[in-house]
């Protein structure tokens, strides 16, 4: 089984890996065995993504020291935020809802 497709790759990453023993199946009109074995074959994409995903996972939501150093400047009275930083954010949020 190939897994390439980017949206089946979440599933297969939540699966645990069991090292379990093939199934044996025994054929009652021969009295032979038989063994079931299935081969998975992850893609270097999936593989890349999974590596993508450790590495998000890896990174803290908040960034501590930069909130820290914003609470000190806004205590300090020196933050400032541009009011055209402000409009342009704004304007740019709208058009990606909007497109």
Known sequence: MKISDPQNIK???HLKVKETPPKIKRDESDGKTSTSVVDVEISERAKRIQGILDVVKATPDI???K???L???IQEGRYNVSSDK???KILEEI???VF
Do not use: D, M
């Open 71 to 73: 609470k000190k400047e």
């Open 63 to 65: 960034r501590t020291e």
């Open 95 to 97: 058009l990606s809802l």
């Open 67 to 69: 909130v820290e150093n």
């Open 86 to 88: 402000i409009a342009q």
């Open 11 to 13: 599933k297969v990453t």
